[in-house]
């Protein structure tokens, strides 16, 4: 598949618990992001990862959100002692370049992974 | 964090009229303007962008219109199809700026 992949599409945890959300960027793409999606909102940037440069981690919400991702690939959001407003879609996309190269990039969207904390 | 405002947050058309998006901005720094066009389950995904050295730029059915003096730019949709029935978020960027999205318009054609 050429686009960008999320895994799980569907997540459902208990309060409390940790996970661990997967996104496979776009090959080739150095700018990896992270968005939340509340249900009939719009998109809450999170995180924004440029090639080997510090993130920018500036829309996590709190502390319990962090992210890593590994060189120019692989990125996890991991989410420690969710709590039920945690619940929402949360959607990574890739660009080819990123901000601080040039506006002019077309963000790809993979498809989220919808978590629902009970 | 909102620096770009978007409205209206609904929007029913009926089939072939025109949806009118409208957004604005804060940071004068921006100078990308990205429409996305989200059907349900999906991620969003580009529909049209435009650059601020041009007032309007059309693709088919769709048009931007942009108003640097104002820090606005709008999205026109011509004989809305109930195809287009999606979540429309507009977006802008700047070098060194991450791209800030509107709340979101939710677009329904009715046929």
């Known amino acids: 598949g050429a686009g960008v992949s999320q895994s799980p599409s569907n997540k459902v945890t208990e309060k409390g618990k940790d996970v661990e959300l997967r996104c496979d960027p776009i090959?080739?793409?150095?700018?990896l992001y992270w968005y939340r999606q509340r249900l009939g909102q719009g998109l809450e940037f999170l995180i924004y990862f440029q090639g080997n440069s510090a993130p920018d981690k500036s829309g996590l919400p709190s502390d319990r959100f962090s992210a890593e991702r590994t060189g120019e690939s692989v990125s996890t959001l991991t989410i420690q002692r969710t709590q039920q407003e945690d619940s929402a879609v949360y959607l990574c996309?890739?660009?080819?370049?990123?901000?601080?190269?040039?506006?002019?990039?077309?963000?790809?969207f993979g498809p989220g992974t919808r978590l629902t904390v009970l | 964090q909102q620096q770009v405002k978007q409205s209206p947050q609904s929007l029913i058309v009926q089939k072939g009229g025109i949806s009118i998006i409208n957004c604005a901005y804060e940071?004068?720094?921006?100078?990308?303007f990205p429409w996305y066009q989200q059907f349900p389950g999906k991620g969003p995904a580009l529909l049209i962008a435009?650059?601020?050295?041009?007032s309007e730029k059309k693709e088919g059915r769709f048009t931007i219109s942009f108003n640097k003096s104002a820090k606005q730019f709008s999205l026109h949709i011509m004989d809305s199809q109930p195809g287009d029935s999606a979540t429309y978020f507009c977006a802008a960027s700047g070098t060194g700026n991450d791209m800030r999205f509107g709340a979101g318009t939710r677009l329904t054609v009715k046929p």
């Open positions: 940071n004068t720094a921006f100078d990308y």
């Open positions: 435009i650059r601020p050295d041009v």
């Open positions: 090959s080739g793409h150095t700018a």
């Open positions: 996309a890739s660009s080819l370049v990123g901000p601080r190269a040039s506006s002019y990039n077309e963000q790809f």
